[in-house]
């Protein structure tokens, strides 16, 4: 029986595929077309085959949150009924990018999907990220979510 490939592995050889097409495309379009249409793609297939295979829709973050299944280490910010908050505080996404010196195609793989799929798992959750990332050599990446049509009180 032959092991499933781990998520890095998976995103390792997307990569090998998926960055000479960018190359290509960056050579004809232009590098901001071009990673504008890849990223869209990426993230609408992404959403789809996730939203398709995660029961956890529409629940709290913390139910099933980024870190699961992951190479990554997070550590929770805030979290309390109607907001919640982590920081990544390491990504071997980020970190295998880095090395083979390519972060911006890294982010068009697995950062550029965050938000539509944050969109489709949880409607009703509002999703951002802070102006900082790993794969762009932050010292952490910022995620907050925050209930739709709740305002915040001190808990």
């Known amino acids: 029986m032959t092991a499933k490939p781990s998520m890095l592995d998976a995103v390792k050889i997307q990569a090998r595929i998926v ?4 190359k290509a495309l960056e050579s004809e379009l232009g590098r901001e077309r071009a990673h504008a249409i890849v990223g869209q793609a990426i993230a609408d297939a992404y959403a789809s085959w996730q939203g398709g295979r995660t029961p956890l829709r529409n629940t709290h973050p913390r139910e099933g949150n980024v870190a699961h299944n992951f190479p990554v280490e997070t550590e929770v910010v805030e979290d309390t009924d109607s907001a ?10 980020a970190e295998y990018f880095r090395e ?3 972060p911006e195609i890294g ?15 949880r409607p009703d ?17 910022d995620f907050r979510w925050r209930l739709r049509g709740r305002e915040q009180k001190s808990e």
């Open 19 to 22: 960055i000479p097409i960018v």
């Open 84 to 93: 919640f908050g982590i920081n990544m505080t390491r990504c071997q996404f």
């Open 100 to 102: 083979i010196g390519e």
């Open 107 to 121: 982010a068009l793989l697995t950062c550029g999907v965050d938000f539509a799929t944050q969109a489709k798992l």
């Open 125 to 141: 959750w509002e999703f951002g990220r802070g102006t900082q990332t790993l794969m762009k050599g932050a010292p952490y990446c």
